[in-house]
């Protein structure tokens, strides 16, 4: 069996977003580029594999020097061992981060295992857990960060070209009129609203009765329900999602922060979430993304993957959600030259299906020119302490 000889961390950094009418850029990524941390692989017969974690875009030099500490229990190491070197990979961690960065760092060194075990092999990545009953799965579009209608309608005709039927938005309780218009846009398309209240970054987050009370007054200007509300409480609420499903008849979604299996599957356990978003550059990678749809399938639970990472990341969770039956999964709208810079296929929407290719592995590759073309920036980090005082007033939205 071909041995691991060597590991490092790559971090590489890409243009980010459409500058002009994207607030996400103008609170948190100023300099318009965005980072993604990567671990490659490399065996004994030259395979490499690729994996990624989420803490890199935020952390980038935390990241590295987070997988340099994996590295000693990975060297030397028959790859197809997975289970053993999993084991001592949490060993490494485990008592001084079972939660939190090391485990996004954990994600990629695992992902990257699966990506060479795949390949050794010559199969995609899903076939090892089984196979998949389709290589394709319905996506939403995941945007919404325009600050004003006329970015919005850029959004709305993106969709329109790959006919996906599904956009999930961002808005928070102050922004009703915002909202409104995304949901009165999408009716006139046929294009359904999900709204993310983006609390997973919020202490003190909104409160159960603020988010009925948001719910209400969109209503009260656009007809139709809204398809999920994702992360509409704060991380440390986890009691407060159970009584929001209790009171309002919209989908409960989150989860897309949590950083261990065992954690997300006591939320779905509790009654928390109507639909599960696990990511498995953030969770310890695709084979506790399944654990999580396993505990899922047994509850009642839909469970749709969070995909906002870069190309890796994206092609971890899609083979995951495959893998576990999924039915739906995110899809980021927000242009990313570095997304489709790496994949061995180009990326295959039609009717708002995403069809993954037969290519052996995750179907992701890094060369010396790709690393050449997006270098790491240092200024490339995103700052989630942004003001945002300047995101337009929710009057700009207002009919």
């Not at 994207?22 to 004994?44: A, N, P």
């Not at 870069?310 to 242009?335: C, D, I, R, Y």
Request: net charge negative.
């Amino acid at each position: 069996m071909p041995k691991i000889t060597k590991v490092r961390p790559v971090i590489l950094s890409s243009p980010y977003a459409d500058p002009e009418h994207d607030t996400e850029v103008h609170c948190h990524l100023k300099q318009g580029y965005r980072s993604c941390g990567m671990v490659e692989i490399t065996l004994d017969d030259g395979t490499t594999g690729l994996g990624e974690g989420y803490v890199a875009v935020f952390a980038p030099h935390i990241f590295k020097e987070l997988v340099s500490l994996y590295i000693p229990a990975l060297l030397g190491r028959e790859i197809m061992d997975f289970n053993n070197i999993y084991r001592d990979l949490w060993k490494t961690s485990g008592y001084w981060s079972y939660q939190g960065a090391a485990r996004h760092a954990l994600s990629a060194v695992e992902i990257a295992m699966h990506d060479c075990r795949a390949k050794h092999l010559g199969i995609p990545v899903y076939e090892l857990f089984g196979g998949a009953f389709s290589n394709s799965i319905k996506v939403y579009g995941s945007g919404g960060d325009s600050g004003t209608p006329a970015g919005g309608l850029i959004e709305f005709d993106y969709l329109e070209e790959l006919k996906i039927t599904a956009f999930k938005i961002r808005a928070q309780t102050n922004q009703v009129n915002k909202a409104a218009w995304y949901m009165k846009e999408g009716k006139k398309r046929g294009i359904e609203i999900a709204i993310d209240m983006v609390q997973s970054m919020s202490i003190p987050s909104n409160s159960v009765s603020e988010v009925v009370q948001f719910l209400n007054e969109v209503r009260s200007q656009a007809d139709g329900k809204i398809l999920f509300l994702e992360e509409a409480l704060g991380p440390t609420d986890g009691d407060g999602f159970k009584m929001l499903r209790m009171k309002v008849d919209t989908k409960v979604a989150g989860g897309e922060i949590i950083t261990t299996a065992s954690e997300l599957s006591n939320q779905i356990q509790k009654g928390a979430y109507d639909i599960a978003q696990p990511d498995g550059t953030v969770i310890g990678g695709i084979s506790e993304v399944l654990e999580v749809f396993s505990t899922a399938n047994r509850f009642g639970c839909q469970v749709i993957v969070h995909c906002w990472g870069g190309p890796v990341g994206m092609m971890a969770n899609f083979h995951a959600a495959l893998a576990g039956g999924g039915t739906m999964a995110e899809w980021p709208m927000k242009p990313f030259p570095l997304r489709e810079a790496m994949v061995v296929e180009p990326w295959d929407i039609k009717n708002g299906i995403l069809t993954i290719g037969k290519t052996p592995g995750l179907g992701v590759t890094l060369t010396e020119e790709i690393e050449k073309e997006f270098p790491f920036r240092e200024d490339a980090v995103y700052n989630c302490a942004a003001d945002m005082s300047i995101v337009p007033p929710d009057s700009v939205w207002a009919e």
